[in-house]
Structures are given as C-alpha cells and as structure tokens.
C-alpha cells in the first residue's frame, strides 16, 4: 500500500456535522484515509467557522482543528434542488454523519429511512444530546449538558466544592469517539454482509457509558460518589501532590509500587506501618498518607520527582500546563502529537494530532480545513459530473 494512503482509502463520508462531537468523528475518519466531504450551509456555513480562538485575520482556529483532512462543499439543504443533489451524493457515499437534534433530518426529507431507500448499503451516524429515542430525546444536548446529566461534574472537583466540568469537552470528545467506533464497526458489518446501519450515538449515554467504576460503586454499596478531587476511589496513593515548582501525580496502585515509593522517600517503615499495610488500608487513610507523602514531595522540583520515582519503577508524571505539554520530548516530539500544517488565510500553524498510530499505513493530516464551498467544482464534477457553469448556475440560484 502506497505510504500516503490511510486504513480507510475508498471509503466516501459525506459530513453535515457542525460544531465538535460529530466534527471530531469526522476528522478522525478522514486522517485515516477516508474522503470526507463537509456539507455546509453556503450561508456561513459550520457555526464553528465563527468560534473563538481566532487568529489576527478572523480565522477560526476552532474550525481548522476539527475539521482538516475534510475536502468542502456547500448545499443548502432547505431547498428542494439541493436535497436532490445530497440524494445522488448518497448514491456514491458509503457514510452520511450528522449532528442535528433528532427529528431535523426527517423534517428536510433526508432522515435514514430516505436514504437506505436511494442507497440500501448508506451507514448513517447520528450523535445528539440524547440519542434518537426516549423522552428526552428531542432537547438540545451540549457538552456541558452531556457532563453534568451523564454523573461527570457530580464527581469532579474538591471535596466540598461545587460540580465541575471537565477542562476539556469531554462530552462532545466522548460522543465523537464513539460515533467514529459505531461507524467502523458497521463498515465491518457491511463488508460481510452488504447491509448499510443507522448508528446513534448520545452525549449523554457516551459519559454515563466512561464513568464505569465510578457507577459500580453506587449499583454495589449503595453509595453516592462525591467530588475527592485528584485522588482515586479504588487505590491510594493516587493523587496530585505539591512539588516545589508545581504539581506533580504519583499512581503507586498496588503494594509492590507503594514499596518502591517509601524506598525512594527513604521511608520504608511505613511498608509495614498498619494503617497503611494494605490498598484498602491506604485508601481509608489516605489523608494521613497524602501529608507524609506531600511532605516528601514539596522538597524537590517536578522533574526531579518524576525522574526519581520513574528511575525506581513507580509511576509518576508532572501535572503538565499547556506550554509544557506542547514542548515534551515523548509528547510532541516522538508522537508528533501537534504537527505543523499550512492553512489558507493563516499560513504555518501547529495544529492537535489524532492519537492512532499505525505500523503500515499513516493517520495523519492529510489537507488544510477547507474554505467554504472550496471543493464545489471539484467534487460536483466529479461525482456528478456537473460542469463549471451548472455548478456555477447553482451558485447564483443559492442552491450551494
């Protein structure tokens, strides 16, 4: 295979997806080789285009980052020459994804059952709020809504704080990720069977589905998870401590690691010390532990307590503020985790990889984002075989 094409080569995605969760999916498809082709509004196009940060000359930074290795095309799917369009896009996709709140696909005449209609083998990934069924299920869902309906903010922060949402948006992350695994797994399927799949995936269902342990304890004891800020309900010591310069994370999960970590205190009685003999033991105590480990801790520099306990065979790592993050040799440097591109209307910009690296193929960026309605002429003409002055024609009338 030739070292530029991706996992997904010959595989067509029609994109109508706006803002992030959806987006993400896409983008992910696309920088493993997949055609994925932006369907926008030609009036504005993907409300991302107009989300902050910007650079000098008004352009999203948002935008780029969600949607390069997409090619662009504009349809207003309002009106009733360019849903015909979309329909005979269809018959040349093998995915359609979208982001719409459920309900606005078949209102436009475009829901799944039209579309298995004109191409029985189309995969049809939908992500909302709530997914495509159930009370709920026709509310607006945003990432911030995701989180705290789906347990996360209950848990997140200090111990008497307030409900926190995650940094990042974890929902919208959490439901593209999944989209982008309910899309694969029906291409799969169709390869065996030649059957297409409608694929919904909720923002909600996504979180509720990644706090695991933390819903085990409630179906188990009975108990509600409170807010315990950086440690971890299963294991101690776990946790964020104070270093001299910063934080620094400290995972001694089990015995063998938390013996490692007095020895390198140069504590080892507290190996034996009863009130912190076994996990159960330490996680009971853990704040007596937290101030004799923080001691320790606070005497030295991130990178020294890091290369300490690495060096020994304990896990530990620096709570890496941004500026770090985007400078760290493993990181940046061996995974090429934020790799340069040149974008139209801004130039070189480093922009935040997709994490799958793979032996035989690349995923990886593969063009800029697109402007809007770039690719018109280009894919119209190809898959449709519109010629500049139908396409052209098709401007003027406000079609795309």
Same mark, same amino acid.
């Given at each position: 295979?030739?070292?530029?094409?991706?996992?997904?080569?010959?595989?067509?995605?029609?994109?109508?997806?706006?803002?992030?969760?959806?987006?993400?999916?896409?983008?992910?498809?696309?920088?493993?080789?997949?055609?994925?082709?932006?369907?926008?509004?030609?009036?504005?196009?993907?409300?991302?285009?107009?989300?902050?940060?910007?650079?000098?000359?008004?352009?999203?930074?948002?935008?780029?980052?969600?949607?390069?290795?997409?090619?662009?095309?504009?349809?207003?799917?309002?009106?009733?020459?360019?849903?015909?369009?979309?329909?005979?896009?269809?018959?040349?996709?093998?995915?359609?994804?979208?982001?719409?709140?459920?309900?606005?696909?078949?209102?436009?005449?475009?829901?799944?059952?039209?579309?298995?209609?004109?191409?029985?083998?189309?995969?049809?990934?939908?992500?909302?709020?709530?997914?495509?069924?159930?009370?709920?299920?026709?509310?607006?869902?945003?990432?911030?809504?995701?989180?705290?309906?789906?347990?996360?903010?209950?848990?997140?922060?200090?111990?008497?704080?307030?409900?926190?949402?995650?940094?990042?948006?974890?929902?919208?992350?959490?439901?593209?990720?999944?989209?982008?695994i309910g899309v694969l797994a029906?291409?799969?399927?169709?390869?065996?069977?030649?059957?297409?799949?409608?694929?919904?995936?909720?923002?909600?269902?996504?979180?509720?589905?990644?706090?695991?342990?933390?819903?085990?304890?409630?179906?188990?004891?009975?108990?509600?998870?409170?807010?315990?800020?950086?440690?971890?309900?299963?294991?101690?010591?776990?946790?964020?401590?104070?270093?001299?310069?910063?934080?620094?994370?400290?995972?001694?999960?089990?015995?063998?690691?938390?013996?490692?970590?007095?020895?390198?205190?140069?504590?080892?009685?507290?190996?034996?010390?009863? =009130?912190?003999?076994?996990?159960?033991?330490?996680?009971?105590?853990h704040e007596e532990l937290f101030?004799?480990?923080?001691?320790?801790?606070?005497?030295?520099?991130?990178?020294?307590?890091?290369?300490?306990?690495?060096?020994?065979?304990?896990?530990?790592?620096?709570?890496?503020?941004?500026?770090?993050?985007?400078?760290?040799?493993?990181?940046?440097?061996?995974?090429?985790?934020?790799?340069?591109?040149?974008?139209?209307?801004?130039?070189?910009?480093?922009?935040?990889?997709?994490?799958?690296?793979?032996?035989?193929?690349?995923?990886?960026? =593969?063009?800029?984002?697109?402007?809007?309605?770039?690719?018109?002429?280009?894919?119209?003409?190809?898959?449709?075989?519109?010629?500049?002055?139908?396409?052209?024609?098709?401007?003027?009338?406000?079609?795309?």
């Amino acid at each position: 295979m030739d070292d530029n094409k991706g996992l997904l080569e010959g595989v067509t995605i029609l994109d109508l997806s706006r803002v992030l969760a959806a987006p993400y999916c896409g983008m992910i498809l696309a920088e493993m080789g997949a055609r994925v082709i932006k369907v926008e509004n030609p009036k504005g196009g993907d409300d991302s285009r107009n989300m902050g940060p910007f650079f000098p000359n008004g352009v999203s930074a948002y935008f780029i980052n969600m949607n390069r290795s997409k090619e662009g095309i504009t349809l207003n799917l309002k009106d009733p020459e360019a849903k015909k369009i979309f329909l005979e896009l269809v018959k040349h996709a093998d995915v359609v994804i979208e982001n719409y709140r459920p309900g606005t696909m078949e209102k436009l005449g475009l829901g799944y059952d039209v579309l298995k209609e004109v191409n029985p083998s189309i995969i049809y990934g939908a992500c909302s709020g709530f997914g495509h069924t159930g009370p709920y299920s026709k509310r607006a869902g945003y990432d911030i809504v995701a989180q705290a309906m789906g347990g996360l903010m209950s848990t997140t922060g200090w111990a008497g704080g307030d409900p926190t949402r995650s940094g990042t948006p974890m929902g919208d992350v959490l439901g593209g990720l999944n989209l982008a695994i309910g899309v694969l797994a029906a291409l799969v399927n169709r390869e065996k069977t030649g059957k297409g799949e409608k694929v919904d995936i909720a923002l909600v269902d996504s979180v509720a589905s990644a706090m695991e342990n933390i819903t085990m304890i409630y179906q188990t004891e009975g108990r509600v998870p409170r807010r315990i800020g950086n440690r971890y309900e299963s294991t101690y010591p776990y946790d964020s401590f104070n270093a001299s310069d910063g934080f620094v994370i400290i995972a001694a999960g089990n015995n063998k690691l938390y013996k490692i970590l007095c020895d390198v205190m140069g504590k080892p009685e507290l190996v034996d010390d009863p =009130r912190f003999a076994e996990v159960r033991d330490r996680v009971k105590n853990h704040e007596e532990l937290f101030e004799i480990v923080n001691e320790w801790t606070k005497q030295y520099k991130i990178d020294e307590i890091v290369k300490m306990l690495n060096d020994a065979g304990c896990p530990s790592s620096p709570v890496n503020t941004i500026d770090r993050l985007v400078k760290d040799p493993q990181i940046a440097g061996a995974r090429g985790m934020f790799p340069e591109i040149d974008q139209p209307g801004v130039g070189k910009m480093h922009i935040t990889a997709t994490p799958q690296k793979l032996t035989r193929t690349k995923s990886c960026t =593969r063009k800029p984002a697109p402007l809007l309605g770039e690719d018109n002429l280009k894919i119209f003409g190809e898959m449709l075989g519109y010629d500049e002055a139908k396409v052209a024609e098709l401007k003027e009338k406000g079609v795309i």
